[in-house]
């Protein structure tokens, strides 16, 4: 297959979103959790979350167009300024998946989705008890992306939680012990083997290709 921007622009709309989405690869699968005043809580998938720096240790999300669906993540972690970001495992690929569903504001897609709220005494946001890998963030600020109306959210890391033994001396996490998963497009998931390790890529180190 070989699209060009016009044939892609002539692709049936469903099969075009579901190719453009698959095409960086594999994604990082979360669960985004946030709180609303009235304490309603929200729980959404998001496969765009982006390593911004490590310090001060910040994230990134790109946000879909607001347009006529609202979208209860952003209102609520504007509202609040916190919000919390979940690794998702094999066990709950399924519970993470449905969380996309347009529920309406009211309804929690933790119950919806069978999953547990969990707090941290300082911190308003909910995590996802499930979660073996959960951060606490603070929202810093957003970046509009004025080419197509989306938007980067950037915020900065206030609480990161990992089992001890998953992390090694020199801060390796591994993610196939984690039973970490990736996306694929919007639908499809992936488990994770770890296949390599390098060290620090020094010029004067670089192997013999040749
Ligand atoms: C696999 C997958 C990945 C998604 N990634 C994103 C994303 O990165 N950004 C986004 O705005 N929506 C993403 N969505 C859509 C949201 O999960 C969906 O719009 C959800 O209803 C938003 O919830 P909210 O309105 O409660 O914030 C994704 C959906 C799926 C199924």
Known sequence: MHLTK?????????RRLNIINAITGIKPANLIGTIDEAGT???????SIVHLGSNPAML???LRPQGEVRRHTYEN???NGEYTINHIQRSFIEQAHYTSAKFDKGVSEFAQCGLTEEYLPDFKAPFVKESNLK??????????IKANNTTLVV??????IVPDEIVNEKGYINLEQLDGVGIGGLNNYYGLEQIGSFPYARVKEVPDFS
């Not at 809580?41 to 496969?47: C, D, E, W």
């Not at 951060?135 to 509009?144: D, H, K, Q, T």
Request: no cysteine; glycine share 8%; proline share 3%.
């Open 77 to 79: 972690l504007l509202a």
């Open 60 to 62: 990134g999300f790109i």
């Open 6 to 14: 016009q044939a892609i622009e002539n692709t049936e709309r469903v």
């Open 135 to 144: 951060l606490g963030l603070r929202f810093l600020e957003e970046i509009p």
């Open 155 to 160: 915020g900065e890391i206030a609480h990161l």
């Open 41 to 47: 809580t929200n729980l959404a998938i998001f496969s």
